[in-house]
Every structure is written in C-alpha cells, then in structure tokens.
C-alpha cells in the first residue's frame, strides 16, 4: 500500500490571463479550483493507474472543509484535523507564454500534540512493504526534521519513505535514507553549495551520493528534462513537446511513476518511461488533474531515454 502525506495541503485557484500587469487590472479568460500539493497529486494520479492509496492530510477550519470537498470521493483519505488556523488557498496565475506566477498561503498551525497525533496516525500504516510519499511545505509550529522522524518511524517498521522537499526538509530528511529521492537541479545544485550550473556528469555522481543506498532519484530539471538515477543506472531524459496548460503537479507525476514502477516489478526504462510521460501528461491538464491512462500510454512511445 501506498501512503500520501501532505502536511500543508491547499485549495488551488489557478487562473489564466494573457499577460499578468503589476498594478493594473488583469482580466481571466479560465480559472479553475482544485484540491492540491504534493501528496494529493501523488494520490490522484496513482487513482488513474488503478491503484489506491490512503491520503493523509493535515486540515483545518472552514478551508479544510473546503478543500475536502474538492477530493476525488474514491480516494482514500484520513484527514488529521486541527484548531488552530485555515487550510490555505494557493493562487496561481499563467499568461499567454505559460509563465507562472504564484502566490501561497500559509496554513494552519500544528501544535505538539498535533505532531504526537500525526505521528500516531502515520505509525498505523507502517508495515512491511508500504511506501510513504512524503513532500512539499510543512505548516506553522510542525518541527522542520519531521521528515527525518517519518522516515525513521517507517524505518523501523520495515516499510520505505520518497522524500520530495527542499531546504532543511531535504537537509534533515536525507539523514534518515530516504528509498526515493525527487529534487529538482536548483534543489540538488543548492543541497551541494554548488554556486554554477552542474554539468551532467555532475548530476550524476551528486545525485548518487544523495541516494546513498537508496533505490532511485529523480532529477527534474525543468524545460530541459530530467535525470534518473540508480546506484548502477543512470540516463537523461529530454522534455516531450506538448502544449503545456499547468505546470502544477509536474513533479508529483514523477515520483508517482517512480513508486509504481517499483511496486510493480517495472524494469529501469520502463519506470522512467511511465514517469516522464506521466509527468508530461500532467502539464496538458487544467489545475492539478492527472492526464487519461490512455494518453500517458501514449506518451510514453515518445520517451527518448538518453544513457550516462
């Protein structure tokens, strides 16, 4: 079974204008709200595959009902509700040239019998052979090494941890060895104090060291790709040109096809492939919607895996 965890989930509004002008009035041609963040995504487009998951999600006040009303009502979810704040409403704004703008909002805060509560919650779900996808932002008063205590707790248990974050949620949470890891270059390039651009040979051997001895990395890298990474693998894979509707939830895709593809006994191109088209799938939607089974199948005759 595959456990989501989204710590700071929101509802997100994303409109699209042509041009986005400071200080004037800027007129939407399509908007559209969804429920979102990492671990949702991660749950909606396992739902495409034909798989469950159980979605874990931190929600509070009147914009936590909000946002459960936004769920898909075949996925499985267990919601840890709080008093203390709003689940947050995240705006974003695309023009004409698909350039985002993005504007996020806080959460709610988490007290310490909160993070004991949650704690709990996830403990239940750690046995052998379940994975937990942990990622994204993680709200007000939430300790900032919670993913490393996840990911020791899952540990324990014997079951495996992706960890999707950045800053000190990466810092702290690859002290923990992670199973997957899914950064992004400026991530990776950040994480190793790198001050230039790294080559790809560079990506290659950091991201190694990043994995440890863990199972996979997946290096997005933007409009230019992404790499994926294994302790004896390694290959670049260059974007599919598609007519790009959102961006959100371009990553989310990656790990999902990532953990699917190992639950599954997939072999390394054919995880990478479901992957990358997964994810390119992804950017053809509205919002955070995850693409058709059948277009993702499609997309993934078009995967060029390029070896390093």
């Known amino acids: 079974m595959i456990i989501t965890l989204t710590l700071n989930p929101s509802i997100d509004f994303i409109v699209h204008t042509d041009e986005l002008k400071v200080n004037e009035l800027n007129r939407v041609s399509a908007a559209v709200c969804s429920a979102g963040s990492k671990g949702i995504n991660v749950s909606k487009t ?12 931190v929600l509070a006040g009147k914009g936590g009902h909000d946002f459960a009303g936004y769920m898909p009502e075949d996925i499985i979810c267990d919601y ?3 008093k203390n704040g709003e689940t947050r409403t995240n705006v974003k704004v695309m023009d004409k040239d698909s350039n985002m703008t993005e504007i996020n909002g806080p959460g709610p805060t988490m007290s310490d019998e909160d993070v004991e509560a949650l704690m709990d919650k996830l403990e239940s779900y750690a046995k052998p052979g379940n994975i937990f996808v942990l ?3 993680i709200v007000p008063g939430c300790p900032k090494d919670i993913y490393r205590r996840i990911i020791e707790m899952v540990h324990q248990h014997g079951a495996k941890a992706v960890l999707d974050a950045d800053g000190l949620s990466l810092k702290e949470g690859i002290k923990a060895g992670p199973d997957f890891l899914k950064p992004n ?5 950040q994480f190793y104090g790198m001050d230039r ?8 051997d950091y991201g190694r060291q990043m994995l440890a001895d863990g199972t996979m990395i997946a290096v997005s890298d933007g409009g230019d790709g992404c790499f994926v990474i294994t302790g004896d693998k390694a290959c670049k894979v260059p974007v599919i040109p598609v007519e790009v509707r959102s961006c959100c939830g371009a990553g989310d895709s990656v ?11 997939f072999g390394f191109e054919d995880t990478v492939r479901l992957a990358v088209a997964t994810s390119t799938g992804a950017v053809t939607t509205e919002g955070t919607e995850p693409a058709s089974l059948d277009y993702i199948n499609e997309l993934q005759k078009k995967v060029v895996i390029q070896p390093l």
């Open 46 to 57: 396992l739902k495409v595959y034909g798989e469950d998951s159980v979605c874990v999600a």
């Open 80 to 82: 840890l509700w709080i």
């Open 135 to 137: 990622g994204g932002s």
């Open 185 to 189: 270059r400026f991530e990776l390039e």
């Open 197 to 204: 651009h790294a080559t790809d040979e560079e990506i290659v």
């Open 255 to 265: 790990v999902t096809g990532m953990i699917y593809g190992h639950e599954h006994g």
